[in-house]
């Protein structure tokens, strides 16, 4: 795995753990946010393996 690839998830382990707390607390705003961030980071990965 290339460091990108491995910095990227870390990333998305960190959002999914903040995404869980978000869900856990009931904070919709937030958990729409995170869920936003996580397609970005996932779109702009899939693109770099391409």
């Not at 705003?29 to 936003?36: C, V």
């Amino acid at each position: 795995m290339n460091a990108s690839l491995q910095k990227t998830s870390l990333h998305v382990d960190d959002y999914l753990d903040l995404l869980n707390l978000a869900v856990q607390i009931g904070d919709t705003k937030w958990q729409k946010d995170i869920t936003r961030k996580l397609e970005y980071l996932l779109a702009r990965t899939a693109k770099a393996g391409r």
